[in-house]
């Protein structure tokens, strides 16, 4: 199929990306089936009744929501402290991992931050034979000399707050401008740069449109790979705005009721998102398209979660007024 997208200017595009608006739909379905306390299952599409995929739209997933709700605006909103608390819950992504920090200190800080006291509660945690990283991606150890990369995490942390990484952001211009001091510190990689971008942007201490900056990650590089034959010259970043702004007319064309987030259309980062999922959904759906990666089975499986969680966006968003209570994620 070929998309014009500007005089002289067409992408290619193969079966998959018929498929990625499909699955971005069966994915909200799901989630949208689960606020409304539908039973299980909430869809009959094997591939997603058998592996696991996160939500269309990354502020839904479970660990995002933890994230805004728990520790973004929870506890003292100063610019400082929220950078601390983000960063130090994204540098291991992990629940528990914060969890088990605040049953030990309580109130976790940067006013009364004692590295030797965190990194003995992680050491002791680690000890006892505790993951304290997400398997969701990862974290490049910075190079501070401890041999254990927890410590050198936190001592990262430490270093970015001494050296005015909060203002730095407070001060930004664009969104770009949070990526590139982020990608300034040790460690930090484009993705990682601008996941944890996205992050901090959630908050009261920074307010860019989502639609103003994005980043393909590896994931979404392969997906992008499947769904074209030609990508008319742009770069993965660009296809993806160009994606982004095709959304409702996809969905009309393909005859898809697609369900939005409470009135928020989709998001560049949300686009990318997909592309990362349709690059292993694909897999099975679309085994003739190997991408980049040539990778042929999808490894994470599918397990039911029964734990509620209420949804919770930014209020900036100004869609929380709309959503039920005591809904699932």
Not at 19 to 44: C, E, H, S
Not at 62 to 84: C, H, K, M, P, T
Not at 131 to 136: D, G, H
Not at 319 to 327: A, L
Request: charged share 25%; net charge positive; with cysteine.
């Amino acid at each position: 199929r070929s998309i014009k997208i500007a005089p002289g200017r067409i992408l290619k595009a193969t079966p998959v990306f018929d498929t990625y608006w499909r699955f971005a739909k069966l994915r909200q379905d799901i989630f949208m089936g689960r606020v409304a306390g539908m039973p299980a299952p909430w869809t009959n599409d094997f591939i997603l009744l058998s592996h696991r995929f996160t939500n269309t739209y990354r502020a839904s997933d479970r660990v995002s929501q933890y994230l805004i709700r728990n520790v973004i605006y929870e506890g003292d909103q100063a610019a400082e402290e929220i950078f601390f608390r983000v960063m130090l819950f994204k540098m291991f992504n992990r629940i528990d991992t914060w969890e088990n920090l605040q049953k030990k200190i309580k109130i976790l800080n940067w006013k009364y931050f004692s590295f030797d006291k965190y990194a003995k509660i992680l050491d002791a945690l680690m000890e006892s034979d505790q993951r304290l990283y997400s398997a969701a991606y990862i974290m490049p150890s910075p190079a501070f000399g401890n041999k254990r990369k927890h410590r050198n995490h936190l001592q990262l942390l430490e270093y970015m707050i001494r050296d005015g990484a909060p203002e730095k952001l407070v001060r930004a211009k664009t969104f770009s401008d949070i990526f590139k001091i982020l990608l300034s510190y040790p460690s930090f990689g484009g993705f990682l740069a601008f996941q944890f971008s996205v992050d901090l942007n959630y908050s009261t201490a920074i307010d860019f449109p989502e639609s103003q900056f994005v980043v393909a990650g590896p994931g979404a590089k392969d997906g992008i790979s499947k769904c074209f034959y030609d990508t008319a010259g742009l770069t993965e970043e660009e296809l993806i705005y160009v994606v982004t702004e095709m959304a409702g007319d996809e969905f009309n064309r393909l005859g898809l009721d697609f369900i939005t987030l409470w009135g928020r259309p989709l998001q560049p980062i949300d686009c990318q998102n997909i592309f990362c999922e349709i690059s292993k959904y694909a897999r099975i759906a679309h085994p003739e398209y190997l991408g980049e990666s040539g990778r042929t089975r999808i490894k994470q499986k599918f397990s039911l979660n029964n734990e509620p969680l209420p949804q919770w966006y930014p209020p900036k968003w100004k869609i929380n007024d709309k959503i039920k209570s005591n809904c699932f994620s």
